[in-house]
């Protein structure tokens, strides 16, 4: 997993090796991430730049702070269970 303060780097860094003839999802396999992973970190930048521009053109029809667009520093794909929970559907009834 790429921790939050290493993404940044991470899509420098693809960003570099695509202008030197890499192909991104080449460069996606090598650092462990889907082209997909790659998409939404770089939208996560570009949504919290387009926000703050609005805001900053027409401030009074912002009334409350913007969202926070920060991605969350791990995420757990088969996260354990807890044990209240059914294993199956059959549990359920």
Excluded: F
């Excluded at 703050?52 to 009334?63: F, K, N, S, V």
């Amino acid at each position: 997993m790429i921790s939050a303060s290493d993404r940044k780097t991470a899509i420098e860094l693809i960003d570099e090796t695509i202008r030197a003839g890499a192909r991104e999802k080449l460069a996606c396999r090598e650092l462990g991430i889907s082209q997909r992973t790659l998409q939404r970190w770089r939208e996560a930048e570009t949504r919290k730049r387009v926000y703050e521009l609005a805001r900053a053109r027409h401030p009074e029809r912002w009334t409350c702070s913007t969202r926070d667009w920060r991605l969350d520093d791990e995420v757990w794909y088969n996260p354990e269970r807890s044990t209240n929970e059914p294993e199956s559907k059959e549990d359920i009834t």
